[in-house]
């Protein structure tokens, strides 16, 4: 699976759009680019994810650059509830795969 | 439908005890996985199972075996336990082409 970086914390205003990058340049044809967040300590949870259109559901948006080596994941209208940390992950979509995390961006969002 | 079901959700253990952490899943799901996470940390992969009958080792197997029953259960056991253990173990399970789904955690403590 392709490595991925990203910035070990964020702070956004409750209201604003929160943009949460990741790098991912080594990242093969046929991986796509998964994105959960960890609330406290509970279990992580799946956001959305992508294979290099643009998506969007009802909880974020995803924007993956054209040459796929990097993506940005997009709260539109933040929360105090979406303080958790993020995780960015490339992979395949087979399940035989083995799933790395990286440490994430822990994303802070202030009154 | 109870999705990922980890059990004990908080132990205790002396050095040198052994246990074994359970987690089943009921969503017919092929791939599991086991995930530690420390203190500030993200998630580390211990070992994972693509399918009924295989296992194969993540980043940090050392000290760590697994069993995978069934399609449904994927157990990890710590033979002699040290004190370098003590962290939140969580289980995942995902079906081809789709996001992890993960288990609320087993909160262990190695005194």
């Given at each position: 699976?392709a490595?991925?970086t990203?910035?070990?914390?964020?702070?956004?205003?409750e209201?604003?759009a929160?943009?949460l990058?990741c790098?991912?340049?080594?990242?093969?044809?046929?991986?796509?680019?998964?994105?959960y967040?960890?609330?406290h300590?509970?279990?992580?949870?799946y956001i959305?994810h992508g294979?290099k259109?643009n998506?969007t559901?009802?909880?974020?948006?995803?924007?993956?650059t054209?040459d796929r080596?990097?993506?940005?994941?997009?709260?539109?209208h933040?929360?105090l509830?979406d303080?958790?940390?993020?995780y960015c992950?490339?992979?395949?979509?087979n399940?035989?795969?083995?799933?790395n995390?990286?440490?994430?961006?822990?994303l802070l969002v202030?009154? | 439908?109870a999705?990922?079901?980890?059990?004990p959700?908080?132990?205790?253990?002396?050095?040198?005890q052994?246990?074994?952490?359970?987690?089943?899943q009921?969503?017919?799901?092929n791939?599991?996985?086991?995930?530690?996470?420390?203190?500030g940390?993200g998630l580390r992969?211990?070992?994972?199972?693509a399918s009924e009958?295989?296992?194969?080792?993540g980043?940090v197997?050392?000290?760590?075996?697994?069993?995978?029953l069934?399609?449904?259960?994927f157990?990890?056991?710590?033979?002699?336990?040290?004190p370098s253990?003590t962290?939140?173990?969580?289980c995942?399970?995902?079906p081809w082409?789709?996001p992890?789904?993960?288990?609320?955690?087993?909160?262990?403590?190695?005194?």
């Amino acid at each position: 699976d392709a490595k991925t970086t990203q910035p070990p914390s964020m702070d956004c205003a409750e209201g604003r759009a929160a943009n949460l990058p990741c790098n991912h340049s080594t990242i093969s044809g046929n991986e796509y680019v998964y994105w959960y967040r960890q609330i406290h300590s509970q279990g992580p949870q799946y956001i959305i994810h992508g294979l290099k259109n643009n998506e969007t559901n009802e909880m974020a948006s995803l924007i993956i650059t054209e040459d796929r080596k990097s993506s940005t994941l997009i709260l539109p209208h933040a929360t105090l509830r979406d303080t958790a940390v993020y995780y960015c992950i490339v992979h395949f979509t087979n399940s035989g795969y083995a799933l790395n995390f990286g440490k994430g961006t822990s994303l802070l969002v202030t009154p | 439908n109870a999705g990922v079901t980890q059990t004990p959700k908080f132990q205790v253990l002396k050095t040198g005890q052994s246990m074994t952490l359970q987690c089943a899943q009921d969503m017919n799901h092929n791939s599991m996985y086991w995930y530690r996470q420390d203190p500030g940390m993200g998630l580390r992969l211990i070992y994972y199972s693509a399918s009924e009958g295989t296992t194969d080792k993540g980043e940090v197997p050392n000290g760590y075996n697994v069993s995978r029953l069934n399609k449904r259960e994927f157990s990890l056991r710590l033979e002699s336990a040290a004190p370098s253990q003590t962290s939140v173990y969580f289980c995942a399970s995902r079906p081809w082409g789709s996001p992890l789904h993960f288990g609320n955690g087993t909160r262990l403590t190695v005194t």
